[in-house]
Nanobody
Framework: QVEWVESGGDFVQAGGSLRLSCTASRIIFGSKAWAWYRQSPGKQRELVASITDAATTNYAASAEGRFTISRDNAKRVVFLQMNNLKPEDTARYFC??????WGQGTQVTVSS
């Protein structure tokens, strides 16, 4: 059982926006880099975006220009703002500080 929870997933139309949240315990959040991954049926889990403890960000090509990762250290939350969503963004989204350790994730479904 992991000490964080993802939320904010929903069903939206193409072109819409969602903000995902990843809330972690104080012990786990720490001075760590966090990342959002996603996985859709039949596909491998892929990195969407990451953010270091110094707020340096990195994005997959598919997310660049549309998604923004950010963090609120005081509230121990990592956000993923997703704009101009496309049907191909449909997936279950996971946050983690270490690949291979996964929570339940949150489902994002984008209709065309």
């Amino acid at each position: 059982q992991v000490e964080w929870v993802e939320s904010g997933g929903d069903f939206v139309q193409a072109g819409g926006s969602l903000r995902l949240s990843c809330t972690a315990s104080r012990i786990i959040f720490g001075s760590k880099a966090w990342a959002w991954y996603r996985q859709s049926p039949g596909k491998q889990r892929e990195l969407v975006a990451s953010i270091t403890d110094a707020a340096t960000t990195n994005y997959a090509a598919s997310a660049e220009g549309r998604f923004t990762i950010s963090r609120d250290n005081a509230k121990r939350v990592v956000f993923l703002q997703m704009n101009n969503l496309k049907p191909e963004d449909t997936a279950r989204y996971f946050c983690t500080f270490r690949r291979g350790i996964w929570g339940q994730g949150t489902q994002v479904t984008v209709s065309s």
